[in-house]
């Protein structure tokens, strides 16, 4: 079982900026979409950003044009670039990845993914 571990997360003020890795040690995403979701006490998860095979990605309405999903060449890691912070933007966010071709995660869905990792605590300050 792959297994999908995330980190980066961390406090800041309202306004600042982090950037999130996920990674599965030995294997590598190619052939895979891969997304980033988020779930903040008491309310449900929500994708937040997702990146096809092909490069497409997709973004939640709520960090369009802040938060940027990226990974390396060699798809062994996915990144999540997190721009103009918000208090509602404190949340759990994990990582997960599905074995599949076309367009899938950057439509944001989040059933049948393959792996999914542990979350990384983000906790924005006003």
């Known amino acids: 079982q792959v297994q999908l571990v995330a980190s980066g997360g961390g406090s800041v003020q309202a306004g600042g900026s982090l950037r999130l890795s996920c990674a599965a040690p030995?294997?590598?995403?190619?052939?895979?979409?891969m997304g980033w979701f988020r779930q903040a006490p008491g309310k449900e998860r929500e994708a937040v950003a997702g990146?096809?095979?092909?490069?497409?990605?997709g973004y939640a309405d709520s960090v369009k044009d802040r938060f940027t999903i990226s990974q390396n060449s060699a798809k062994t890691f996915l990144y999540l670039e997190m721009n103009s912070l918000k208090p509602e933007d404190s949340a759990v966010y994990s990582c997960?990845?599905?074995?599949?071709?076309?367009?899938?995660?950057?439509?944001?869905?989040?059933?049948?993914?393959?792996?999914w990792g542990k979350g990384t605590l983000v906790t924005i300050s006003s």
């Open positions: 997960a990845a599905r074995f599949i071709r076309g367009d899938y995660c950057s439509q944001l869905r989040d059933s049948g993914m393959d792996f």
């Open positions: 990146i096809d095979d092909d490069g497409r990605t």
């Open positions: 030995g294997y590598d995403f190619r052939g895979h979409c």
